[in-house]
């Protein structure tokens, strides 16, 4: 990535210092290899049976993309709520009906607050897709390891450095027996791939600084009026700081994971600011983010972020190197400009329909329109052949950057990498599931 020679120690100290972030979080090489045979006895080629818990937009696009492939059967599903639970229902029981796979058994449709513990458990699930509201995630989590079940579980992996390091917890005991993937889809889209094996390979030169921005619009939903209060903000999670995150940590991750992945480690510090102003919405979310991280080599990158666009939004990452410029959009160009100009040609992706609009699923053109299928097939693949996923290390990673940033923010003050990490602060939602 930098072809700088004159490293101080202070910047090799950094490097270190995030290996053995990595190797203490994954417990070991982050893959273990093992014979197909002893990773899901004498079915290994058979299709995996996945459990959908969460049954929103976002996990009902992934477990469909995962039958998509041709390598997975959804055998049960998840949700609190009853609504939810049936329109699942009636969606994959259609799915299979048309792709001529067996519709989904009553005894494996889960309902309230224990849905994830009895989908943990069910004998009819090989891997489980975690998309409930980012809160749930390291609880979740927690139930499908112990279960001893494979897991795609959507970002962010948590919304409080107290459930990051339980998710830390978790890849460890997965590790070597478990595949634990995390939903960030645009590390495997082929033009993100090339660009950062471009500039891992040193096309930009000396890295110098960057910028991320996620300019979104507003994430519109019915408002729930004859609902609770409580079940109006489970409803609605993406407008509730506790429950989401706030926009820097459930959204803007994407890009913050960019960042994370193209510099090879995670910032040691933020500065920044955040507000609400214009947001409509009853609930207690920011609307815009400003914040600038300090990576190992003191190179700065400024995230801005937005959420109430109105006819526009794009999505970015731009880094400036002494020998040149890259940027990288979900929609137009994935290029890089100066010594050794290289851009993903977007005619080579498949189009989709909606490619004019934001996508709140996270179905996207261009750029991204082979993001989720890639990353379900490695899913998948990597459960039938044995050589096991552990990316529970590098999920805490973004999700701990975007908290990072977040408490710069929140507090008005420079925060380093050490504090938020390392600190045990905990959110609570106070929310009864029993009594919605
Ligand atoms: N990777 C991506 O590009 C991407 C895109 C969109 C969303 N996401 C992530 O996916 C997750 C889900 O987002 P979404 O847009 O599908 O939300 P959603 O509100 O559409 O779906 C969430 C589902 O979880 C259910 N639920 C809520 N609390 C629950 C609980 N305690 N137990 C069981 N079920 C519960 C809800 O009833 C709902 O069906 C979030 O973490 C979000 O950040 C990722």
Redesign the pocket.
Known sequence: MNNDTGQSNHDSRARLGRRRFLAATTGAAGVMILPARLVRGTAANSAVRVGL????????GDATHMLDTGLARITAL????PD?LAKAKQRFNSLAQQKGYAGLNDQQLFLG?T??QQIAHSNEVDAIII????Y??PE?LEAVVAAGKHVYC???VAVDPDGAQRVIACGQKAAGRLSLDV???IRNAPPFVELVKRIHGGALGTIVCGEAYYYGTYLNRPAWPNASPNERR??N??WDRVL?GDIIV??NI?AIDICNWVLQGHPLKASGVCGRKVRPDPGDASDHYNVVFTYPEGVHVTLNSTQFDRGWWDVNERFFGSKGVSESHYSGPCAIYGDEPWSWNTARSPQKPESKEFS???SFSDNLAQADPEKKKAFLESILSGQFHNQAAQGAESALTAMLGRTAAYQGREVTWDEVANSHEKWESNLD?NHL
Do not use: N
Not at 53 to 60: K, Q, V
Not at 131 to 134: Q, S
């Open positions: 818990l969460g049954c929103g937009g976002r996990g009902t998840a949700d609190l709520f939810q607050p849905a994830f998309a409930t509201p980012p749930f995630h979740h959507e970002k962010p939903g960030f889809q489970l409803r999670w993406v989401s459930e959204q994407h709140a699923t996270g599931l």
